[in-house]
């Protein structure tokens, strides 16, 4: 069975670009999470979607970000324009089901670096 | 506000050495607690959680994790680390009551000597 995967595994932008993120969870699972690292601090949550719903994005940290999961599968992660706090690593997780505790399984980072 | 604490940065130990890698969190209720490891261009693979019961909880790869809820803290310990467990180290939690969300410590980077 296929783990998570993200795409780009980098990326380099100028300030001011656009840069879209993807992430293609485990084929079932419903649930699928953003989180972000900044160099050196802890990983941060950005959002979760259950199917193609926004059930949680208290973490986004301003309306640069847009996040989407049409059809429910993968979703995207699109940052507009960037900045150069933005840089980091963005993490995708999925889980299959509802519920505080269940395992999310998460891809290997997409590391943006904002020049 | 909620927070796990990841005192050590990094940790180095010598292979064949005991590992003991600490974390503290702070939320109103006990949360579930986790580790996850993260080698090298790889994801975060998760090791072991504790979501009640026994307060020591096995994993995988031979680790252990004990909870001690008068210390508010959950070590993850190895008796015989190996080369390959040079890695990252998180502690992450969740609250018990539905908000899925996890919340990370920043990390400890283990380095293996040999």
């Not at chain 1, 980098?10 to 160099?39: A, F």
């Amino acid at each position: 069975e296929a783990g998570v995967t993200q795409f780009p595994s980098h990326s380099v932008i100028e300030k001011g670009q656009t840069v879209t993120l993807r992430c293609d969870p485990i084929s079932g699972h419903d649930n699928l999470y953003w989180y972000r690292r900044v160099m050196g601090k802890e990983i941060k949550f950005l959002l979760h979607f259950v199917k193609e719903s926004k059930q949680d994005e208290s973490g986004m940290p301003n309306n640069r970000f847009l996040a989407e999961r049409t059809g429910g599968t993968y979703s995207t992660l699109k940052v507009q324009p960037a900045e150069l706090e933005d840089s980091g690593v963005y993490f995708c997780a999925s889980s299959q089901d509802l519920g505080a505790g269940e395992t999310q399984y998460f891809g290997p980072g997409t590391r943006l670096l904002v020049l | 506000a909620q927070s796990v604490t990841q005192p050590d940065i990094h940790i180095t130990v010598s292979e064949g050495a005991s590992l003991e890698l600490r974390c503290n969190y702070s939320y109103g209720a006990t949360p579930y607690l986790f580790w996850y490891v993260q080698s090298p261009g790889q994801g975060l693979q998760l090791l072991l959680k504790y979501f009640s019961g026994d307060t020591l909880v096995q994993g995988i790869k031979g680790f252990e994790a004990e909870f001690k809820r008068s210390q508010s803290s959950f070590n993850l310990r190895k008796p015989s680390v190996h080369w390959s467990d040079a890695a990252e180290y998180f502690c992450a939690a969740c609250s018990n009551f539905g908000n899925e969300k996890l919340t990370f410590g920043t990390g400890t980077r283990l380095t293996i000597i040999p």
